[in-house]
């Protein structure tokens, strides 16, 4: 039986023992890393309606899902998978999604989120977080199809403030299969 460094106690010779010092002591810088590193906007409610870019990455940045071929994204299996549990994720919580590109190692897209979003009021209740719940359903979906976890553990969100940052973000969304070479998540 696995015990979780959240339960911070160490099984040793069959007898459960108190974490050393040391052992906390690390438990701790882990968690103040997490809080000081965390990838999203400290203090904006993520529960409500807003326009949202997101960009949700492969684990090591692995080529997982498919290959860019004369500027156009071609999907294998595990891509193909992909495209199908994130529309369903949108259309089960409510969420548009109007643009959206699946690369050989991540995933680009534009969310809507309206009052209208169907997460759980309980779920809500706990998290206050729309975009959070939406992101960890898509990667749980598709990990429960595929029958492993392709991802990394967060993902990366841009809150879109105005048109003129929706239009270069959708036109961005649109030639990253053509520009692909240049990209920021390129890799050989």
Known sequence: ????????IKIAGGVIAAPTSCETEKVSKLKEYARKNSLRLQGYDYSR???????ICTKDSEMFLGKVVSGKMILNDYGKIVECELLKTAEILKVEIPKYVIMPNHVHLIAFVSTHTSISTSSLLRSKQVIPQVVQGF?????RRIGFSLWQRSYFDNII?????????DKYIENNPVTWEKDRFYCI
């Open 1 to 8: 039986m696995a015990i979780t460094l959240r339960a911070q």
């Open 49 to 55: 309606a807003g326009v949202y870019f997101l960009t």
């Open 139 to 143: 990667k749980a979906a598709v990990t």
């Open 161 to 169: 403030n105005n048109e003129e940052e929706y239009k270069k973000i």
